[in-house]
């Protein structure tokens, strides 16, 4: 699938739990930005002007496999995953998360770390409460980071 633009840039979400998808289509459409959404046949997503959906198996990993070999460097990633965050960051893309994160080479190695000391406690049987349900005003900060990202790269781009 190509979704090539003019110094090829897309956005690329890690749609299966992406709260902020209407927001990143929205400020992707005013900056004439492709973007391709990501998620497993479990989740139902609808291809909208500018958007493209691909639906990959049910595996664990999937989407995130899938992304990976469908990045390029310039490519803005957006996901909550910090595997896959580690693994564009690696293609020289930029990547933020579903609450406007950018995630940065210099925290990886950190933010790795304690994925897998969670991922140990889980094994153990010590579960910890998910994430906090995203709030309107988290949004609109999310819509802000995106749109500041976005700016700041075409500024670049015409120097």
Do not use: W
Not at 52 to 69: C, K, T
Not at 130 to 140: F, L, W
């Amino acid at each position: 699938m190509t979704m090539e633009k003019p110094g090829g840039r897309k956005i690329v979400v890690d749609g299966d739990a992406c709260p902020v998808k209407k927001e990143i289509a929205a400020v992707a459409r005013s900056f004439g930005v492709p973007v391709l959404m990501v998620s497993s046949f479990d989740h139902v997503l609808q291809a909208e002007e500018g958007v493209a959906v691909v639906q990959v198996d049910r595996g664990a990993d999937s989407a995130d496999l899938y992304i990976a070999n469908h990045i390029s460097a310039g490519d803005i990633v957006i996901t909550q995953d910090y595997g896959l965050a580690a693994l564009a960051l690696g293609k020289r893309c930029r990547v933020l998360s579903n609450r406007g994160q950018e995630y940065e080479d210099s925290k990886m190695d950190f933010m790795l770390e304690g994925r897998h000391a969670r991922a140990v406690e889980r094994r153990r049987g010590h579960y910890s409460k998910g994430p906090k349900a995203i709030t309107a005003e988290e949004k609109i900060l999310f819509q802000h980071k995106l749109t500041k990202l976005l700016t700041l790269l075409q500024e670049n781009v015409q120097l």
